[in-house]
């Protein structure tokens, strides 16, 4: 039977860390690939006032939080390894190798203020920054060769400042980024594709993944 997953095998926050006791750390991981279907780009093309732009880009929002891996780990200390067990952590499985892939993980010291990221959706979307993606995806929708997964990314990345934002205001610490893009005869031309130590967009940790597909190629 043919599948593809994508598996983050190890992490190491190694910066900015001295100071963590026993503190909680989340993971926040989402991953698109050609076939990523976001009905709200239809809805977005036909709203007509700012208002119904908004409200179309934040329920896109929460639905693509939903869908977010999420992992907690609690209790850990400076120099802290996660290693997910000895098989990693599955963030993404599907029934056909993708010839696109994109993956954003955000890593954060986890507590009330993040816990309920949905329900804060007009704090990570305040209306300028809402009419600013609404503006972006409008453009990606005439242009790009996949305009259902050109919305999603965009809005994850908007998630993803919007989200930073938050934590900054409330002196929470983003740890750990990662924005990796892939193409299936670049990168993984036989469904396969290992990597150890690649070093996060923070400078401030480094992780292991695993791409492994069987199929047709």
Do not use: C, Y
């Given at each position: 039977?043919?599948?593809?997953?994508?598996?983050?095998?190890?992490?190491?926050?190694?910066?900015?860390?001295?100071?963590?006791?026993?503190?909680?750390?989340?993971?926040y991981s989402f991953v698109a690939d050609e076939r990523l279907?976001?009905?709200?780009?239809?809805?977005?093309?036909?709203?007509?006032?700012p208002e119904e732009k908004r409200?179309?880009?934040?329920?896109?929002?929460?639905?693509?939080l939903d869908g977010w891996e999420s992992v907690e780990v609690r209790n850990v200390e400076a120099n802290h390894i996660f290693r997910f067990g000895d098989t990693g952590r599955i963030l993404y499985r599907s029934q056909a190798i993708p010839q696109y892939l994109d993956w954003i993980m955000l890593v954060i010291e986890n507590?009330?203020?993040?816990?309920?990221?949905?329900?804060?959706i007009d704090k990570v979307l305040p209306d300028s920054r809402a009419d600013s993606l609404a503006a972006n995806i409008m453009t990606l929708a005439a242009v790009a060769a996949t305009p259902q997964t050109a919305a999603a990314i965009a809005v994850?990345?908007?998630?993803?400042?919007?989200?930073?934002?938050?934590l900054?205001?409330?002196?929470?610490?983003q740890l750990g980024l990662v924005e990796q893009s892939f193409v299936r005869e670049l990168h993984y031309p036989d469904g396969k594709r290992t990597r150890a130590a690649v070093p996060d967009l923070t400078g401030n940790m480094w992780y292991d993944y695993t791409i492994f597909g069987t199929g047709e190629l």
């Open positions: 039977m043919d599948f593809f997953t994508l598996i983050l095998d190890r992490a190491q926050i190694h910066k900015k860390f001295e100071w963590l006791n026993s503190a909680q750390v989340r993971f279907s976001l009905p709200e780009l239809n809805a977005l093309v036909e709203a007509a006032s409200a179309t880009i934040r329920g896109a929002a929460k639905k693509i507590d009330d203020d993040v816990r309920n990221l949905g329900g804060n994850a990345k908007a998630l993803i400042r919007g989200i930073t934002f938050l900054k205001n409330n002196e929470n610490d």
